[in-house]
C-alpha cells in the first residue's frame, strides 16, 4: 500500500498573500491532482499532471499555479488568496486506467482559512 | 454540478438499504465511479461502472442506465457508520479527469 501525505492541514494567510501547499505521494503513479472542495459543491479541478514536470489546467485553474518538479510530489500556489476561497483542497494520485477505471487515492485535504 | 447532479441528502434507517442517485449529461463517457467520504477525511473509491445494469459488490451495489444518464448506489443492510457522503464522478474520453457531483449525504438512524 501507499499514502499520500498533504502538508500543512490547515494553511492560514492574510488576504492577497502567496501561499503553497504540498502533497507527496509514495505510490509511484504517475499522475496526480489537485481539486478544491467547498462545502455543498462537488470537487472542482483546479490543476492535473501526468507525469514530471507536465502540468494540465482544469476547470478552476484561475489564481492557482502548480508545479511537479519529481514524480512523487505536486505542490499547489495559490497566487492571491481571497476570503472566497476557503476551502478544502484535496491531493489525489492515479495509476492510471485499468480494470477500476481511474481509480484515485485522495490525501487528507488541506484546510485554507483566509483572515 | 459541471454536467453530474446528485440529491443533497439522505436519511435511511439501521438494517434497511439506501439508494444514491446520480444523473450526468456530460459531453462524452468512459465510465462512473462512486467513492465514500467520511466527515474530515479523504474520499476512498467504492466502485466503478462502465457497463449499463447492476454490478452487484456485496454491501454495495452499484447501477447504470448509459441511455438514461442515471446510476445508483445501493447500500443495503445498513449500518450507523455507513453515514457519509457518497460521491458520484464521470469519467470522460480524456481518461486522466474525473467530473465530480456535489456528494449526497446519507444520514443513517437507529
Known amino acids: 500500500g501507499g499514502i499520500i501525505t498533504q502538508t500543512p492541514k490547515f494553511l492560514i494567510g492574510q488576504e492577497g498573500q502567496k501561499l503553497t501547499l504540498k502533497c507527496q505521494q509514495n505510490?509511484?503513479?504517475?499522475?496526480m491532482y489537485w481539486y478544491r472542495q467547498d462545502s455543498g459543491k462537488g470537487l472542482r479541478l483546479i490543476y492535473y499532471?501526468?507525469?514530471?514536470?507536465?502540468?494540465q489546467k482544469g476547470d478552476l485553474s484561475e489564481g492557482y499555479d502548480a508545479s511537479r518538479e519529481k514524480k512523487s510530489s505536486f505542490s499547489l500556489t495559490v497566487t492571491s488568496a481571497q476570503k472566497n476561497e476557503m476551502a478544502v483542497f484535496l491531493c489525489?494520485?492515479?495509476?492510471?486506467?485499468?480494470?477500476?477505471?481511474?481509480?484515485?487515492?485522495f490525501g487528507e485535504g488541506s484546510r485554507l482559512i483566509v483572515v | 454540478g459541471q454536467g453530474v447532479e446528485q440529491p443533497d441528502n439522505l436519511m435511511s434507517v439501521e438494517g434497511t438499504f439506501a439508494r444514491v442517485n446520480c444523473t450526468y449529461s456530460?459531453?462524452?463517457?468512459?465510465?462512473l465511479s462512486w467513492y465514500q467520504q467520511r466527515e474530515g477525511h479523504a474520499p476512498v473509491f467504492l466502485s466503478y461502472?462502465?457497463?449499463?445494469g447492476l454490478k452487484d459488490s456485496g454491501h454495495f451495489s452499484t447501477f447504470l442506465s448509459r441511455s438514461n444518464g442515471y446510476s445508483y448506489l445501493l447500500l443495503t443492510e445498513l449500518q450507523i457508520k455507513d453515514s457519509a457522503s457518497y460521491l458520484c464522478?464521470?469519467?470522460?474520453?480524456?481518461?486522466?479527469?474525473?467530473?465530480f457531483g456535489s456528494g449526497t449525504k446519507l444520514t443513517v438512524e437507529p
Open positions: 489525489a494520485s492515479s495509476p492510471g486506467t485499468g480494470n477500476s477505471g481511474n481509480t484515485l487515492y
Open positions: 505510490f509511484n503513479h504517475d499522475t
Open positions: 499532471s501526468i507525469t514530471e514536470n507536465d502540468l
Open positions: 456530460t459531453s462524452g463517457f468512459n465510465g
Open positions: 461502472v462502465v457497463l449499463d
Open positions: 464522478a464521470v469519467s470522460k474520453p480524456n481518461y486522466n479527469v474525473l467530473y
